[in-house]
């Protein structure tokens, strides 16, 4: 049995905030995470900034945001804004 190219996406969502927005349609999110210590069984908060795509440039400095995971857009840019919070 052959298995077909059956594409099937399931792109991730990722809850941030936004940090900057001083390039055109790009704006940077940082998104904070919590994870355990293998050794000491602690959570430690770690952080992340990823660059989005933002065609209308809609996006304001401290907006809570939900960005999905989509095709590059460009070298570093791989999500971008899905629904604004606030």
Known sequence: ?????TKKT???K?????VSTDMDKTAV???????KHPKYLKYIKKD???LVHDPEEV?????????EET????K???FKIKEIRS
């Open 59 to 67: 996006a304001t400095v401290g907006d809570q945001v939900v960005i």
């Open 71 to 74: 095709r590059p857009i460009s």
């Open 48 to 50: 992340s900034k990823q």
């Open 29 to 35: 999110v940082g998104i904070g995470r919590f994870e």
């Open 14 to 18: 990722l809850n941030g905030v936004v």
């Open 76 to 78: 570093k840019k791989r």
């Open 10 to 12: 399931n792109p991730k």
């Open 1 to 5: 049995m052959t298995e077909t190219n």
